[in-house]
């Protein structure tokens, strides 16, 4: 058997006639449902206008430290570009031409405090690396040695050390025949 739903009589303040009148309605929720934008109705920043924003942003903030009196920090260029910039456009000279390799060398400056930090944990003797293909020669050389070892036993050895009653029999018996 089902059960029956009740509605609410003590808080809400509506009359039992009225609950009665409305139980036959129906009764809009209060509650809007978000539902999820498809992938054609997402609109996203144009990359132009998103570098344009960012540039306007860092231009504000550096206004705001002007005017508070911070010191404004001295701007670097970025090590790393991720995308073309706005003067390569989407030209094919961004990709530099095969075999030409251009090397800038920068000297680098290390405080005394980060030296002595890098110092603390770098080993002043290393151990020597082995790599693999030491450690297969390594295995070889073994194995060589190895049986240079067994072969030179076998050539060099005359007789085994076998009683003598045991020896005699044997050469006892090639006469035999």
């Not at 206008?49 to 970025?78: F, H, M, V």
């Not at 251009?102 to 400056?109: A, H, K, L, N």
């Not at 003797?125 to 070889?140: G, S, V």
């Amino acid at each position: 058997m089902p059960k029956v739903k009740r509605s609410n009589v003590s808080g809400s303040g509506v009359s039992l006639a009225d609950q009665i009148l409305q139980g036959d309605t129906v009764r809009a929720s209060g509650r809007v449902k978000n539902r999820a934008r498809t992938l054609e109705e997402q609109e996203y920043v144009d990359e132009k206008l998103s570098r344009r924003i960012l540039q306007q942003a860092r231009i504000q903030q550096d206004e705001l430290q002007t005017e508070l009196g911070l010191a404004a920090e001295p701007k670097r260029q970025p090590a790393t570009r991720l995308g073309a910039s706005a003067e390569d456009g989407d030209s094919d000279e961004e990709w530099p031409a095969l075999g030409h390799h251009v090397e800038e060398s920068r000297e680098v400056d290390v405080d005394p405090e980060d030296e002595l930090a890098i110092e603390m944990f770098m080993n002043k003797n290393p151990p020597l690396r082995r790599t693999l293909a030491d450690i297969i020669m390594e295995k070889i050389t073994e194995k060589q040695t190895e049986v240079g070892t067994v072969m030179s036993e076998v050539s060099g050895r005359a007789d085994p050390q076998l009683d003598p009653r045991v020896v005699q029999v044997y050469r006892g018996v090639s006469k035999v025949r």
